[in-house]
Structures are given as structure tokens and as C-alpha cells.
């Protein structure tokens, strides 16, 4: 049974459940950090800033700066491996942004509650152990099949750096470039892909907040601690 099948609709007998193991919570902040300082060195690839005066080796700015997007590809690509590992070993609430039930009957009713909610159409929003079915459906399908995408086509463009017969262009360029066309179509969608995960990002860090403080559970301590608490717990008549 998935969380959002458990979901507890009104007071909850309990006052926390842990949901979101260790390895989970690393990566999710571990992936963060990432995902900044490649969306921060990847807008200065695609947008470089003007020559220094000098000789370019003496300041290597450039050279920083795609290092330090390569070495953040490297973390976000052997990162996400570990979190699709994680997603078979670890406990239910690890699946969640990878697998959800969208024939289950309540799914699509439980997600349009969720958009009336976060319209302020409606008063009173649902309880979810882990993701809500709104979070989950945005979460697989634009950060994981969008994370996916730029992992394949950065390193397809890595690729083409390290040459013909590197592991990165035999997995990766050698489909990826002739796929897209050339390799200039490929940095058009690796840098459109940037701003989708952005608004991705925008969206989730608003909401994350939002929910912090207008629902009924702990939001942003629970990808901190594990544990999500339910405000409401006082609520509950307690046997004497
Ligand atoms: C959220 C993840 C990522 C974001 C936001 C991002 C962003 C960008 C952007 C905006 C560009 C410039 C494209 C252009 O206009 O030409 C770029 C280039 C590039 N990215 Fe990424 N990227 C990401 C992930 C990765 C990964 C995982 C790798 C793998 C190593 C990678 C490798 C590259 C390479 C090789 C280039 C071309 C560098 C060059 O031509 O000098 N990127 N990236
Ligand atoms: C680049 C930035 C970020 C990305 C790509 C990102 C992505 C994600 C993803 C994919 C999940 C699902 C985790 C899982 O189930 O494995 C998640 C959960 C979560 N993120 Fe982020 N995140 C980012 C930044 C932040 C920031 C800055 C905050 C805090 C304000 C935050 C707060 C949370 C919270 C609280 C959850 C759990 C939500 C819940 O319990 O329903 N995230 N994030």
C-alpha cells in the first residue's frame, strides 16, 4: 500500500511517522547543491562573460568553470544511480517519486483536491505520510525524467570532449549527438533543460514553503530529520 493510499484524512493517531531514510535525505541535499552549481556554470557556459585581458592559462576562468560543471555532472550522475538503488532497498516513501499508481480509482481525485489547495480554492488540505499525489505526479514526471534527460545529454556533450572511444562517448555521444541531429542541437536542449528543472525548482522551494506553513504536517524539518509530524496530533482526544 502506498503512502498516499494511508493518507489519514482527518485527526491521525499518531504524532510523527518516519519517513524519509538517511540516504534519501542526503541526496536530496547533496543533489540541491548540485543542481545550483551546475544551473550557475552552465548559464556561463551558454552565456560566457567577456574575455579577461591576459594569458587564459595564468586565470583559467573558463576552465574553473567547467570543471567545477563537469565535477557537479560527475555528483549528480553517480548520485541519481544511487537513488534509483535506493529506490528498490529502501522503504516505501524511497519509491514514491519513481513509481505511483496512476490507475489507482482515488489518485486522480486526490490530485485535484491538491491543485484546488494550492489554488486557495479549497479550506482544508489532506494528509499524506509522504508526497502528496500532486507533488509525486511532478516530481516523476518533470525531476526524474528531467534529471534523466540531463545526465544523457551532458554527458553525450562530455563525451565529445573526451573523444572517440571514451566510455562517455561509446554510452552516451555516439547515440545521443546523431539522435538530436548535431552536436549544436544537443547544447539547445541541454541548456532548455536548464530552465525547466529551474521552474522545477521555483515552483518546489514556493510550495515546500507554502506547505511549511498552511498544512496540517511538517514539511521542510521532515527532508531534514525523517520524521513528519502532524500539527493536528492535539487535536485527538486522548484516552484517560
Ligand atoms: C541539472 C543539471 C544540469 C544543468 C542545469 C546543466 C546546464 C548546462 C547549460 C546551461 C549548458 C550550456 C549549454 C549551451 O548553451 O551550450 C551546459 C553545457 C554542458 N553541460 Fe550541463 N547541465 C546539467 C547537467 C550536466 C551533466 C550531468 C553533465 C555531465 C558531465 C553536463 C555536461 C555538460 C557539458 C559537457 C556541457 C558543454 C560544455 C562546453 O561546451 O564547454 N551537464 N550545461
Ligand atoms: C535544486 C534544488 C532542489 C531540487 C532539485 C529538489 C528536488 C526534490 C525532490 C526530487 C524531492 C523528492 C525526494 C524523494 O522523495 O526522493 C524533494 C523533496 C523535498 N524537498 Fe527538495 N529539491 C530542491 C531544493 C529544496 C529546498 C531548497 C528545499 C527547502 C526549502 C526543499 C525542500 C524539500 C522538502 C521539504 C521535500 C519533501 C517534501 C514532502 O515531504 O512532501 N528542496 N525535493
Redesign the pocket.
Known amino acids: 500500500m502506498s503512502s498516499s493510499e494511508n493518507a489519514a484524512q482527518l485527526a491521525r493517531s499518531e504524532p510523527s511517522v518516519f519517513v524519509y531514510e538517511w540516504p534519501v535525505r542526503l541526496w536530496h541535499w547533496i543533489n540541491a547543491l548540485g543542481?545550483t552549481v551546475?544551473?550557475i556554470t552552465?548559464?556561463f557556459?551558454?552565456s560566457p562573460p567577456p574575455t579577461l585581458s591576459g594569458e587564459p592559462s595564468d586565470h583559467y576562468l573558463f576552465g574553473y568553470i567547467?570543471f567545477a560543471?563537469?565535477a557537479a555532472?560527475?555528483i549528480?550522475?553517480v548520485g541519481f544511480l544511487f537513488r534509483l538503488y535506493w529506490s528498490f532497498v529502501g522503504n516505501k516513501n524511497a519509491r514514491e517519486i519513481f513509481l505511483h499508481n496512476i490507475l489507482r480509482p482515488t489518485y486522480w481525485k486526490e490530485l485535484w483536491h491538491e491543485v484546488k489547495w494550492y489554488l486557495f480554492l479549497v479550506d482544508e488540505p489532506k494528509q499524506y505520510d509522504g508526497h502528496n499525489p500532486l507533488a509525486i505526479f511532478v516530481m516523476h514526471w518533470f525531476f526524474v525524467w528531467g534529471?534523466v534527460f540531463?545526465?544523457v545529454t551532458?554527458?553525450a556533450?562530455?563525451g565529445e570532449?573526451t573523444g572517440a572511444g571514451s566510455w562517455a562517448h561509446t554510452l552516451f555521444s555516439s547515440w545521443v549527438i546523431p539522435l538530436f541531429g548535431q552536436s549544436m542541437d544537443v547544447?539547445t536542449w541541454?541548456?532548455f533543460g536548464?530552465w525547466l528543472?529551474i521552474v522545477f525548482v521555483m515552483i518546489h522551494v514556493y510550495v515546500a514553503i507554502r506547505e511549511d506553513i498552511m498544512s496540517k504536517q511538517s514539511i521542510i524539518s521532515s527532508m531534514i530529520s525523517g520524521w513528519r509530524n502532524f500539527k493536528d496530533y492535539d487535536s485527538i482526544p486522548k484516552k484517560k
Open positions: 543542481i551546475l544551473a552552465g548559464y557556459i551558454g567547467r560543471h563537469f555532472g560527475y549528480i550522475g534529471i540531463m545526465i551532458g554527458f556533450l562530455y570532449g547544447h541541454h541548456h536548464m528543472i
